[in-house]
């Protein structure tokens, strides 16, 4: 066993039995690294990374590369997923060095963590024009000692490089009609007619764009912007990236046609969908778009939900295919063969059904189940009959690996999703669970300080400290739990988290944002990045935050640092669109308003209350913000003067600090909420 044994990461666990002497990140690393005057090899994934097993099992489970390693390295193993900002600054060098990045990420640095040598993925052997892992040792080795000035010189000019690197500079005020117009315009430009989604292959399933998708729509009524979501939602419900038996969504397409997946499924991408689907149904009554989101938010409560209550991060590409050997989709892939074990003479309507062939849509003739069938009528009882006992075969198969840390961001991310489809198709066993994984977040994430750590796992708070996506995506999913609820505590505690925000990690000066808090580690560079990849980024999931926290509370304060903070959005919207969606998202609620929504009543179990509440809820108004309380009640500023009309319930539409008079009928609410 390495040092790695005493880690909390599932990640760093998988390699304490390596003989590569692995250290964590930490300051005891690199004074090891002065001590012996060696260079240090950064080796950063992440447990359901298919090429970080597969360089793992190749290099660091080989004792004669081992060897070298601890003779003239020390070895720093880091999970890109509880130390992101590590990640974000060594990844802006190798995407700068290289002209691309990606993982495993290994990267050569001096013993004061200055880089000067890059890579990805290394073979065992030279092959496709790559050296091996060993030459690239041997050649950096060689270099460190014969050539110390000169190592010395590239690192440091890459470190200055790095921090005259600006980001690019927001403007002085958020975006306006104008910028969303050609931001929609430049998505259609990219978007694929036939397909759905944008750009080619690989495909990712482009969350926070079908987000603003959806809220422009709700704001003008553009058509256009609308049936680019429903399409791409449909095609991506009907393809190979959406598990077609146990719900949930793959991380991305390797094919234009979403039809075969990278095959891992992570957490961030099934709450981000599963808010999408809910949205999408919420805008259109689809009746894919409710199941998909129901399949989903069941997937993560069965499949990720741990025992404290959280979500686990990631379940794995990769399981046994019966042999012993790991292989990529065993789990999800099916032979006409393995469909007749199973469902006798149902298999030809299976095979037919899920697109099952002979020559199969996958490797070794194996096909990944979609729904190719847009015509045509299908018995609804018999497919319901063959999904169930698939399924209940598919559980028999060993399962993919799972990795059971909780981060937080990702965790306040399925706090949004499960609380809104819980509340929007009437299944409190959902929302339960998002009170369950709040709950978790606030016990062990939150200290006394109201500061957040980034990871926990068996219910014990991990090492690392929460970066600004943490903080931003956890207040956004506290907020949509105020919404739902009507309790007012986790109103209070978005913020407190979101007061975090304005001190440690905005430049008081510019109202740009950091991913790192004025007082975290000081890494070669403090990472800043506006733009949207997987997930929201900090920034704008924090913009975000702020802005519906502004509408619940008045605060000007909230307000205006949102506002700020959506400069970027303005700069980079027209410009790059996918890359800043949920940015694009944030900005439509604030040209809304966005709308406030009070709603009082009698009490708790008062039907005509709840009837109010729930029309409150399917408002499509872009980040429309909802209280729900007695005209007493004090656990929400919004409820404050409020009172009942004529002894019953009442709600009242507020925006841009112009009020409508109160209305006690749904009906007129809805009429209400849907006005442009």
């Known amino acids: 066993m390495n040092r790695l044994a005493h880690e909390t990461s599932p990640y760093l666990l998988q390699h304490a039995d390596n003989p590569v002497d692995w250290w964590p990140w930490s300051a005891e690393a690199f004074a090891e690294a002065r001590r012996a005057n060696k260079p240090v090899l950064l080796s950063v ?3 359901s990374c298919h090429w970080c097993h597969v360089m793992a099992h190749e290099s660091f489970e080989d004792q004669a590369t081992a060897d070298y390693l601890n003779e003239h390295f020390v070895s720093v193993k880091v ?24 993982w495993p990420m290994t990267v050569f640095l001096t013993p004061d963590a200055e880089p000067f040598y890059f890579g990805t993925y290394y073979p065992p052997a030279p092959r496709h024009g790559m050296p091996s892992f060993r030459q690239v040792l041997e ?32 403007a002085a005020e958020a975006p306006g009609e ?41 704001r003008t009524g553009a058509e256009g912007a609308l049936q680019m979501a429903v399409d791409t939602c449909e095609r991506m419900a009907r393809g190979g990236i959406y598990d077609q038996l146990g719900g949930g969504f793959a991380r991305y397409s390797v094919d234009r046609d979403w039809i075969v997946p990278h095959f891992e499924k992570m957490l961030y991408d099934n709450a981000l969908l599963c808010r999408v689907y809910a949205h999408l149904w919420r805008a259109t009554g689809s009746d894919l778009a409710r199941r998909v989101a129901l ?26 295919d019966g042999t012993g050997r790991h292989v990529e989709g065993a789990y999800y892939v099916w032979t006409p063969a393995q469909l007749r074990d199973v469902l006798g003479d149902d298999a030809g309507l299976a095979a037919q059904y899920f697109g099952v062939t002979e020559e199969g849509t996958f490797e070794h003739g194996r096909s990944v189940l979609r729904l190719p069938q847009t015509e045509g009528v299908f018995d609804a009882e018999r497919i319901a009959s063959v999904r169930r006992r698939l399924f209940d075969a598919r559980a028999r198969r060993p399962a993919p690996g799972r990795d059971d840390k909780v981060v937080a961001a990702w965790n306040g991310l399925a706090v949004a999703a499960l609380a809104e489809t819980g509340a929007y198709f009437g299944r409190p066993d959902l929302v339960e669970a998002a009170l369950g994984a709040a709950d978790l977040l606030v016990r062990v994430h939150l200290d006394e300080h109201a500061r957040l750590a980034r990871t926990s796992k068996d219910g014990r708070v991990g090492p690392n400290a929460g970066v600004l996506e943490d903080y931003g995506d956890v207040a956004e999913g506290f907020l949509a739990l105020a919404s739902v609820t009507g309790e007012g505590v986790w109103l209070d505690f978005a913020g407190l988290l979101l007061d975090q925000v304005l001190a440690r990690f905005t430049d008081p000066e510019t109202g740009a944002l950091f991913d790192t ?24 999931a924090a913009a975000g935050a702020l802005l519906g926290y502004a509408a619940h509370t008045g605060s000007e304060a909230h307000r205006v640092a949102a506002e700020r903070a959506l400069g970027v959005v303005k700069t980079l919207g027209p410009r790059v669109p996918r890359f800043i969606g949920w940015g694009l998202a944030v900005a439509e609620a604030l040209l809304d308003g966005p709308r406030e929504v009070a709603v009082v009543g009698p009490g708790p179990d008062d039907e005509r209350t709840a009837a109010l509440h729930r029309t409150a809820l399917l408002g499509a108004a872009p980040g429309a913000v909802v209280a729900c309380g007695t005209p007493d009640g004090e656990e929400f500023p919004l409820l404050a003067g409020r009172t009942l009309i004529d002894g019953g319930p009442a709600a009242y539409v507020c925006r841009g600090f112009v009020c409508d008079l109160p209305v006690t009928d749904p009906e007129a609410l809805r009429a209400r909420l849907a006005a442009p």
């Open 45 to 47: 994934g992440y447990s």
């Open 79 to 102: 999970d890109r997923e509880e130390r992101p900002d590590v990640d974000a600054v060594y990844m802006e060098a190798v995407q700068a060095a290289t002209g691309h990045g990606g």
């Open 139 to 170: 050649g950096v080795q060689q270099a460190w000692t014969t050539r110390r000035d000169e190592v010395g010189e590239v690192a440091g000019k890459i470190v200055r490089d790095l921090a005259q690197r600006e980001i690019v500079r927001q």
């Open 178 to 218: 104008q910028e969303l117009a050609q931001a929609l315009l430049g998505l259609t430009r990219e978007y694929d007619p036939q397909r759905g989604g944008f750009g080619g292959a690989p495909k990712f399933p482009p969350s926070m764009v079908l987000e603003f998708l959806l809220r422009h729509h709700a």
């Open 295 to 320: 399949e989903t938010a069941d997937f993560l409560v069965r499949e990720l939900r741990t025992p404290e209550g959280g979500f686990a991060s990631a379940l794995d590409a990769d399981s046994d």
């Open 517 to 540: 808090a004025s007082d975290a580690e000081q890494l070669i560079r403090r990472p800043q990045d506006p733009t949207d990849n997987a997930a929201p980024s900090g920034w704008t």
